[in-house]
């Protein structure tokens, strides 16, 4: 399989979480994932978006940029905001912490992502956004 890659953009409105979703796996549907890889795939995207559009924008509108790359039997998945970047990184990834509990959040993100990806790093600056990166390999039938 030759690299592949897409890369596209959309408003930080959380109705466009379950295109976000669906958009990443179609694309990742070439490496022939099965039923349960796609569900982890759709579930860590749909944690890493949730998280651009709660925390990265604090209720204004930005933009989120995702990116897929398939390389081997691999997909990598990038969700990037221009938001206001995440303070303690190392905190933030902490299971149960979270900076809206007013929102009933569980604070489960990241472990949710890492949990169903192979690989998770997040980069993230102040003013600047963040940057998750996240990847799967796919089983070979």
């Known amino acids: ?21 669906a958009a990443v796996a179609a694309f990742c549907s070439i490496l022939n994932p099965t039923i349960s890889e796609i569900n982890d795939i759709k579930t860590a995207v749909s944690e890493a978006v949730t998280n651009a559009v709660i925390h990265g924008y604090e209720n204004n509108v930005g933009e989120i940029e995702i990116s897929c790359k ?6 990598e998945v990038i969700v990037e905001d221009f938001g206001c970047g995440i303070l303690d990184v190392e905190k933030a990834k902490e299971p149960l912490f979270t900076t809206k509990p007013e929102l009933e959040r569980s604070g489960m993100g990241f472990a949710v992502m ?19 990166i996240m990847r799967k390999k796919i089983s070979e039938k």
């Open 1 to 21: 399989m030759q690299n592949n890659y897409v890369i596209f953009k959309i408003p930080s409105l959380s109705v466009n979480e379950s295109f976000a979703r």
């Open 114 to 132: 890492e949990s169903y990806m192979d690989d998770v790093v997040v980069l993230s600056e102040k003013d600047v956004g963040t940057k998750v």
């Open 70 to 75: 398939i390389k081997g039997q691999t997909i």
